[in-house]
């Protein structure tokens, strides 16, 4: 479906932003010489891809919750399972703020999630759980979230 993959490929732009703040120095996404400080936290580029990768990363289990839906009680499972990507990127974020040196590794391990939730959701596609489209447009999605990903834990090391 077009519309998917427009908006799909859209939703990769915070993640280049971010890969570019962590390169560029934050001021390169406030459009100023010093880092954001919002409630006396430091907005940096590592930051960024964390909380939005966190949040992308729950919402893409939230689409296993809406399956489940259709297909419950048979697949109730799948209902943990939903939960499973929100409470792991939550695990990440929630780390990376109690441990800001290791951003590097939390990026890496938020990439890890992406790639997990990818190999599941390939396997309910060819199980026919998804339109013909979805996994490609997955598969090109992760690589980009990946790719940023890697990109700024790369930089961070």
């Known amino acids: ?48 891809l964390l909380s939005y990768g966190a949040v992308i990363l729950s919402f893409m289990g939230a689409i296993h919750w809406g399956t489940a839906l259709q297909q419950a009680p048979a697949r109730s499972w799948l209902f943990a399972v939903s939960v499973l990507p929100a409470l792991y990127g939550w695990m990440i974020w929630g780390l990376s703020l109690v441990n800001p040196d290791n951003l590097g590794l939390a990026l890496v391990a938020l990439g ?16 026919g759980d998804f339109p013909h489209w979805y996994p490609p447009l997955r598969a090109v999605l992760t690589l980009g979230v990946a790719a940023c990903l890697g990109l700024a834990a790369l930089y961070l090391f």
């Open 1 to 48: 479906m077009r519309l998917a993959w427009i908006l799909g490929l859209s939703g990769l732009l915070p993640f280049v932003l971010g890969l570019s703040a962590t390169i560029n120095g934050a001021g390169a996404v406030a459009g100023l010489g010093e880092p954001m400080v919002v409630l006396g936290l430091t907005i940096d580029g590592p930051r960024l």
């Open 112 to 127: 890890l999630g992406f790639v997990a939730l990818l190999i599941f959701d390939v396997m309910r596609g060819r199980g």
